[in-house]
Nanobody, 124 residues
Framework: QVHLVESGGGMVQPGASLRLSCAASERTFSSYAMGWFHQAPGKAREFVATISRSGLTTSYARSVQGRFIISRDSVKNTVYLQMNNLPPEDPGVYSC?????????????????WGQGPQVPVSS
């Protein structure tokens, strides 16, 4: 299990950009693929983006392709989600997760560890 704490959310205007951070308190951070998921009110959690252990491979949901960028800093044990051109209606919360697996998993079930700090609400 990896302890994850997200930060960086807040109210933004349509078309604005925002960067989310997720800090992992785990020395073996590089052993985990990391992902970001979004959950709108009343809906199931959905995949947004994932990055491999090495950081060399990323995958994105079609809805955010070209607008969002996931990255990781293995020195700071942190994964980021740069969100650009946010749509007018994007309520909900973003949470990060860690999967002890190779590649870029897309399924919620592949991720065993989830952010335990306050989730990150983004509303525009």
């Amino acid at each position: 299990q990896v302890h994850l704490v997200e930060s960086g959310g807040g109210m933004v205007q349509p078309g604005a950009s925002l960067r989310l951070s997720c800090a992992a308190s785990e020395r073996t951070f590089s052993s985990y693929a990391m992902g970001w998921f979004h959950q709108a009110p009343g809906k199931a959690r959905e995949f947004v983006a994932t990055i491999s252990r090495s950081g060399l491979t990323t995958s994105y949901a079609r809805s955010v392709q070209g607008r969002f960028i996931i990255s990781r800093d293995s020195v700071k044990n942190t994964v980021y989600l740069q969100m650009n051109n946010l749509p007018p209606e994007d309520p909900g919360v973003y949470s990060c997760a860690a999967a002890n697996t190779a590649g870029t998993p897309l399924d919620v079930a592949a991720f065993a560890s989830w952010g335990q700090g306050p989730q990150v609400p983004v509303s525009s």
